[in-house]
T-cell receptor, first 116, second 112 residues
Framework: GENVEQHPSTLSVQEGDSAVIKCTYS??????FPWYKQELGKRPQLIID?????GEKKDQRIAVTLNKTAKHFSLHITETQPEDSAVYFC???????????????FGKGTKLSVKP | NAGVTQTPKFRILKIGQSMTLQCAQD?????MYWYRQDPGMGLKLIYY???????DKGEVPNGYNVSRSTTEDFPLRLELAAPSQTSVYFC???????????FGNGTRLTVT
């Protein structure tokens, strides 16, 4: 089955700097890669997702890149702000499959701290 | 829409007790999921359902049971609670396998 590795587990940056979180996946058939943000004591919320037919997607200060050959994808946050401090989770799944193959497999998370 | 609603928010159980975590969604989603999140860890899938009357095991189903009698509701049953089941439990739903997951606010469960 799918396995998702996420690095680093913790990341500390100064306000205004960029942050990059990387994930690798094992199942070459995976084709849907969402990123979730979880603030302390709250539920995970989708911030951006990418499908395997594109290599990059941007939404304001957030971007995700995908390298299908190497089976890794990354979250890039530019001009970080204190409110970006949270735990970020990557995930992977086979988008067009039902049953267990369509289930999202999550990485273990990255705790991002943005220092003012 | 209220989205995904979970009750209770907090619960303390004694070892061996049983309880049901409630989950309801009002988005007419077919797919519903139960995850547990241990401190410093990611989300582990306990059970999932692709529609009313259909349920299946995830990565960590032992000690849990589910039912899906309606599209809206997906309760999680803990029988004979153990300390290892101390965790935060999230229910989630989505319209299809290519749709975003919507999470509930979670239930923090402590078993002592």
């Amino acid at each position: 089955g799918e396995n998702v590795e996420q690095h680093p587990s913790t990341l500390s940056v100064q306000e205004g700097d960029s942050a990059v979180i990387k994930c690798t996946y094992s199942d070459s058939a995976s084709n849907y890669f969402p990123w979730y943000k979880q603030e302390l004591g709250k539920r995970p919320q989708l911030i951006i997702d990418i499908r395997s037919n594109v290599g990059e997607k941007k939404d304001q200060r957030i971007a995700v890149t995908l390298n299908k050959t190497a089976k890794h994808f990354s979250l890039h946050i530019t001009e970080t702000q204190p409110e970006d401090s949270a735990v970020y989770f990557c995930a992977a799944s086979r988008m067009n499959y039902g049953g267990s193959q369509g289930n999202l497999i999550f990485g273990k998370g990255t705790k991002l701290s943005v220092k003012p | 829409n209220a989205g995904v609603t979970q009750t209770p928010k907090f619960r303390i159980l004694k070892i061996g007790q049983s309880m049901t975590l409630q989950c309801a969604q009002d988005m007419n989603h077919n797919y519903m999921y139960w995850y547990r999140q241990d401190p410093g860890m990611g989300l582990k899938l306990i059970y999932y359902s692709v529609g009313a009357g259909i349920t299946d095991k995830g990565e960590v189903p032992n000690g849990y049971n589910v039912s899906r009698s309606t599209t809206e509701d997906f309760p999680l049953r803990l029988e004979l609670a153990a300390p290892s089941q101390t965790s935060v439990y999230f229910c989630a739903s989505r319209a299809g396998v290519d749709s975003p997951l919507h999470f509930g606010n979670g239930t923090r469960l402590t078993v002592t």
